[in-house]
């Protein structure tokens, strides 16, 4: 079988659905012997001819302590579970009641391998890396609490491993393995008792350090397979991972492989004081970079440094102070994004475009209509075009429809040439809403004969 091509691996798989009802229900207690029946069915159902794998170490869930199909696997110390073709109702009925007791041993069969996730080994001997300030590893305990005792005994060796896999694989150099330990003991936290989890979470941070953090960045930068996993613990350590992203987004120009950390802080709002200051820096790409996190915070502390910004003298901050006030809900940002659908500039009058557009407010039509029958480049005509048509506004319709139908006089002033009405219906047709469709369906009845044809082509393409 090619795993790589099947359809059936994962917790979005049909199977992981059907067997996390299953799961589920004996979980929480439903004692339907009827629903029962009908979950472990269709089950077996949907394995099919094929075979179906879960992953489910602790390295790729968040806690252990919710009752579905993940959070049992975990709290069962399960790292993959293989259901192949043939498996019997018997089979899955008996895995999933070892999964939703903790007495039960879980045990592989004909068609079912079970794979428990190995503990780590002792750590090994150094070899001579440099030295790294650590804590004891037996430093994270957790007390007994109201779980049962083995259950509390297996987490507290499970987290002391871990930790000893961070920190060794530092000194060793190992670092995709350290981030790997890392990223665990963050996401096992939810699973220790409420009690103790600000104590163990405080000495799973004092582990990573800021340059614990910055080497995992840096692995990050030259190994794409790993950005996720090193942003998830840079996010999760707050403040001092959000200065080490930014620290580096900072040191260039471009954004291009640094994307990702954009994206991430975006994510954090612990970043917003420290880009607040960036958004007047003399450097022009500092201010492009705070604008685009603050814009996907939608930070609103940042609004008004943002409207200064609309008038940078660079097209690139300008473009994105835009798009950042276009995200914002506040109605005081929707006068500087007018003002700049008529800057000098063609690229900023298309972003101040999309901008309104994106808004989504039907008021905003008429301001966007004008801008287009003012407009003289043919291709800001057409972006603007593109932009109003997918708005979900009658004032739209009806300023669409206008503008398709009136034709241009041989004399005098008023509507326009067939070659920029025929850019209308273009537009509707491709932007594919409802309303779009309403629009072509008036012009189909309403224009002349080049645009009615047109219209009804589009109509007939969009069915």
Known sequence: MNDDASPRFGFDSPFAESFDRLVTLLRTGIDSGA??????????????????????????????????????????QVDTVRVDSGVTPEELLTLAWALVSDNVPLESSAHVKVELI?????????????????????????PPGPRREGTIENLAELIASLTRGLTDGVQRHAIREALHAAQSLIRILPAVPEHSRRGVAISVRRYLSKPILETFLQFALRTPEEQAR??????????????????????????????FLLESLGEMPEAIPLILPLLSSAKWHEVRHAAEVAGRLRATEAVEALKVQVGHSDERVRTVAIEALGRFPDKSVVEPLRQALAHRSPQTRVAAGRALASRGNSALAMPLLAAIEAEKDAAVFRELLAALSGLEAPEAINGLVRLATERKPLLGKGGHPVGQRLEVVMALAQAKTPSARQALTRIAAEADAPLRDAARKALATTE
Do not use: C, F, N
């Not at 090193?230 to 260039?252: F, I, N, Y």
């Open 118 to 142: 190995p503990m780590a080994p002792p750590p090994p001997p150094t070899y001579g890396a440099p030295s790294v300030a650590r804590s004891s590893t037996h430093s994270i305990e957790i």
């Open 35 to 76: 629903k029962v029946e009908e979950a472990v069915r269709a089950a077996v159902a949907k394995v099919g001819t094929d075979s179906a794998l879960l992953e489910a170490g602790v390295e790729t869930s968040a806690g252990m302590e919710d009752v579905s199909l993940k959070g049992r696997l975990l709290a069962r």
């Open 230 to 259: 090193a942003t998830e613990v840079l996010k999760w350590a707050g403040l001092d991972g959000a200065e080490v992203m930014l620290e580096v987004v900072r040191q260039s120009e471009a954004v291009g492989p640094r994307g």
